[in-house]
């Protein structure tokens, strides 16, 4: 494993960062098993990655016990814990958003269910229009004044929401996002056009989720077949609206390239934003012992320029994302 720093942070953080979402039995593609769970962050921390990230909406609280077990022998000077707030916790008033009571009030309930002092790296995970965002970043910057969060980071939004609140952290004085979260990857590639900018100019970690586009980069789909049982695509739409001919284009050019380098498709798709010079460290969603190994093959891939633009060429990135038919 290699290591990289966090945006103009001083933190070290790995290439790879392990997506905890799947720790959990909130949905049919989750792994709901809390032991095999636990065995394949112990494998991760093996591997040499101290980054994981998780969220208090993870299966209504789960992933992050499953974490918080996982890491209890871990060398908590050396891990790099993330999660996030802003979806319902629960009913009623307060339940969820981002205003100061449930901000404070989930920080301590995901402090609890980590099993930890402190969290390294603590999202918004999304925008709130019904809270000021001088309101957010108060409460933020409360937690990492009282030691209780180390940095915080931002979410799926769109520039100006970004930037907005960047500037209102300069401005008052406040802690700043250090670290974006968007979704991006070979074949999601419309943050080039919003976010990913903005994140370069202001020096900004950049760790994408769904690096693999909901599996849809691995390969084992095919354009005229039928999703199998079982697989992520056969219940859920967020990997069937990826079957688009421009898509099936870049899964073409990155199955070509696998070929020819002894490797994967995911492990070239990873390889792919690796070399992109925004991103820090992609957040990888294995399953498996055998998908999380392949997973970090990638890390030592190193593509040329004419393979990156091979996978490139077939999208034309655009924001706002255009509706899909």
């Not at 890491?71 to 009913?91: C, I, P, Q």
């Not at 934003?273 to 093959?297: K, Q």
Request: glycine share 8%; proline share 4%; hydrophobic share 40%.
């Amino acid at each position: 494993m290699t290591y990289t720093r966090l945006g103009s942070t001083g933190l070290e953080v790995s290439r790879l960062c392990l997506g905890c979402m799947n720790f959990g039995s909130g949905e049919p593609w989750m792994m709901g098993d809390r032991d095999a769970s636990v065995d394949l962050i112990h494998e991760a921390l093996d591997l040499g990655i101290n980054f994981l990230d998780t969220a208090n909406a993870y299966s209504a609280g789960e992933s992050e016990e499953i974490v918080g077990d996982a890491v209890a022998s871990a060398n908590r000077d050396e891990l790099v814990l993330a999660t996030k707030v802003y979806f319902g916790m629960h009913d009623g008033p307060n339940g969820s958003g981002l205003s100061r009571k449930h901000i404070l009030d989930q920080a301590e309930a995901s402090l609890d269910r980590l099993d930890t002092d402190y969290i390294d790296l603590y999202q918004i995970h999304r925008w709130d229009d019904d809270t000021p965002i001088e309101e957010t970043l108060s409460a933020l910057d409360h937690l990492v004044e009282t030691g209780r969060v180390r940095y915080i980071g931002a979410s799926t939004m769109t520039a100006y929401q970004f930037t907005k609140a960047l500037y209102t952290s300069d401005v008052e004085d406040l802690s700043r996002f250090a670290c974006m979260q968007p979704e991006y990857n070979a074949v999601d590639r419309h943050e080039e056009a919003n976010l990913l900018e903005a994140c370069a100019g202001e020096g900004v970690g950049v760790i994408p989720w769904s690096p693999l586009a909901g599996g849809f980069l691995t390969g084992k789909y095919e354009r005229d077949a039928e999703p199998e049982d079982g697989v992520r695509a056969d219940s859920d739409d967020y990997t069937r609206n990826r079957f688009t001919d421009e898509n099936w284009a870049v899964l073409a050019a990155v199955e070509a390239v696998a070929e020819a380098r002894d490797a994967t498709p995911a492990q070239v798709a990873l390889a792919w934003l690796l070399h992109r010079d925004v991103v820090d460290a992609p957040i990888i969603g294995p399953r498996t012992s055998e998908h999380l190994r392949e997973n970090v093959g990638a890390v030592d891939l190193r593509l040329t320029d004419e393979e990156v633009e091979r996978i490139a060429a077939p999208k034309t990135p655009r924001w706002p994302v255009p509706e899909k038919d």
